[in-house]
Structure formats: C-alpha cells, structure tokens
C-alpha cells in the first residue's frame, strides 16, 4: 500500500476547485487528465455526492465522492480493476488570509491484485512525480477555466456611475472582497 501526500496553493477558492472536481460532464481529462471520456461513467449524483467510474490507460475505478463538508472532500474508491482496500483520495481545503487556499491531498493505492500492487509500489516511489506533474495540471487548467469565467474588470466608480450610483455606494476592493464578497455586495445593492 501506498499512500501519497501533495500540496499546492492556489488562488482558486475550495468551492471552485470542488466544482471542478465534481464536474463530470465530457472533456473532463481536460481538467484531470486520469480521468478519460471513454470510461467516465456517472452512476449517481446529488447535492453533495456521486457515484462515478473513471479511468484512462486500462485502470479504471468506482469511486464514492462526498463533498457535503467542502473543506474536507473524501474519494472512496468502491471498485476497481487495480485497487481495494483503503484505496481513495481526501482533499483538504484551508483558507489563508491572503485570500489563498492551501490544498492538500493524500492519496493511498492499496493494490486489490498483483498489477495493482506493483503500480502502488511504482507510484509511491519512481510514480510520485507523475502525480504531481498531473496534480499541477490540473491546477493550471483549473486556474485557467476560472479565469476564462471572470468578467473583466472595469473601473468600479465608472461601472456605479453607468447604473445611477454614486461614489459612496461603492466599496472598495480589499484583500477579502473575492467572487462571493462582490455577489454578496450586489445582493444587498438590489434591496
């Protein structure tokens, strides 16, 4: 058995970054590449879990996502060609002040067969850069996909003036004001 620890800080929220991962629509292998069109297969999703097959290169698994405490998201993996046991993924969001997230994930294979055994040797060993290479891509696609979502930023005095507000009624960006802190402001602009 093998188990793996990665890190990365991002500017992405845990809710973003959750959104991502819980999004199984195609294209997926865009945002994590191990996880190809041609074995995804969603079984089951709700509010705050899914039950979902995928896999690329020949390995594939069933796993159990819940995302109900988004600070702490845990992949069961329920079956699979390769890996049992305690095998799975619990990602580990903590907000920083700085508006950064600190994301760590700890993935353990605990192989169910021979195969499955020698790629968690392989994985925990020789393997582990291959996780963080793919671990980083998803970052930078992730990263990017968000960034495409965000309007573009505009001067906030000329944008209240264009809608009849004046100088006052615009707050100014702080550290803290991110994606919810401005809807949160809009919201209390239109009562």
């Known amino acids: 058995m093998s188990t793996i620890h990665l890190h990365r800080t991002t500017t992405l929220t845990p809710e973003q970054y959750v959104a991502a991962l819980t999004d199984f629509g195609?294209?997926?292998?865009?945002?994590?590449g191990n996880s190809t069109d041609e074995y995804l297969k969603v079984h089951y999703k709700g509010?705050?879990?899914?039950?979902?097959?995928?896999?690329?290169g020949g390995i594939w698994e069933r796993l159990h996502y819940d995302w109900s405490d988004l600070n702490h998201v845990i992949l069961t993996t329920t079956d699979s060609n390769v890996w049992g046991g305690a095998s799975g993924h619990t990602y580990t969001f903590t907000?920083?002040?700085?508006?950064?997230t600190d994301i760590n994930v700890v993935v353990i294979r605990d192989g169910r067969n021979f195969k499955g055994r020698v790629l968690g040797l392989v994985l925990g060993t020789i393997g582990r850069r291959i996780l963080e290479s793919?671990?980083?891509?998803s970052f930078k696609a992730i990263e990017a996909r968000n960034s495409s979502f965000e309007a573009p930023r505009t001067d906030r005095r000329e944008t209240a003036k264009?809608?009849?507000?004046?100088?006052?009624?615009v707050e100014p960006l702080?550290?803290?004001a991110g994606p919810h802190h401005r809807r949160h402001v809009q919201?209390?602009?239109?009562e």
Do not use: H
Not at 26 to 32: A, D, E
Not at 134 to 137: E, L, M, Q, R, S
Not at 162 to 169: C, N, Q
Not at 187 to 190: C, F, G, P, T, Y
């Open 47 to 56: 509010q705050s879990q899914a039950d979902v097959t995928e896999g690329s």
């Open 174 to 176: 702080g550290s803290n």
């Open 95 to 100: 907000r920083r002040p700085d508006g950064m």
């Open 26 to 32: 195609p294209g997926r292998s865009k945002l994590f």
């Open 187 to 190: 919201s209390l602009r239109r």
């Open 162 to 169: 264009a809608v009849g507000a004046s100088d006052d009624d």
């Open 134 to 137: 793919a671990f980083k891509n």
